[in-house]
């Protein structure tokens, strides 16, 4: 007896050496939600909980290759991109998935947790032609700040999901903006430092959902499930913002 086979989940997205975000959550999340996980790395970077040390961008051909090697052997139903490395990264991923017909979740990664920058002028810059095309795009409040604002964003992609943790409450809401619609899901904070790879989780496991053939509002609620859920079984490491235990959550 075959096995079903899994949705093919293919992450663009920085290294983090430590675990905790990056592609290492992002492949961590789409295999525990039943996915079959493929990287593209755009940067390696030197990173604990604490900070950011280094970040050593990749080439732009090499960031394509590694792209085409997936999608042309292996195919792929969603696309999560996280952090990019540089502005030509950015054109040259945009360029490639123009070719791709699959569901694209856009994380604007511009800061770490622990505040080290991950994204220089010239490639916010560029960020407008992957918000073209992707079907959601997920800024934190800081995020949607740098990028226009809620109005300026709006107009730029097809969906937007706009996460409300930096918010000064005690209560956190995520609002979904589809055209005139909106959803919104609100929840208590959940008081702890852990919380390093919340956004790269959070993405990468709606684009899993968008694979497997959910609907967008579906998708976005078991990725926040699964993000809290992974946030209360944090392994309690390291001595900064610590690492989500993705390990002990499972979908059901």
Known sequence: MNPAKPARILTIAGSDCSGGAGLQA????????????????TAITAQNTTGVFAV????????????????????VDAVKIGMLGSAAIAHSVADRLEKIAAPVVFDPVMVATSGGILADADTVAAFDRLMALATLTTPNLPELEALGGESVVRGKTDALLIKGGHAESDQLTDRLVLGSREISWTSTK?????????????ASAIATGLGQGMALPEAIARAREFVRAAILAAPQLGAGHGPLGHQAV???
Request: proline fraction near 4%; include cysteine; charge should be negative.
């Open 190 to 202: 959940i008081a702890t430092r852990h919380t390093h790879g919340t956004g790269c989780t959070l």
């Open 56 to 75: 050593e961008a990749l080439s732009p051909a090499m960031v394509v290759a590694q792209i085409d090697a997936c999608v042309d052997d292996i195919g």
């Open 250 to 252: 499972r979908p059901d």
């Open 26 to 41: 992002d492949l961590k999340t789409i295999t525990m939600l039943g996915g079959y996980g493929m990287s593209a790395i």
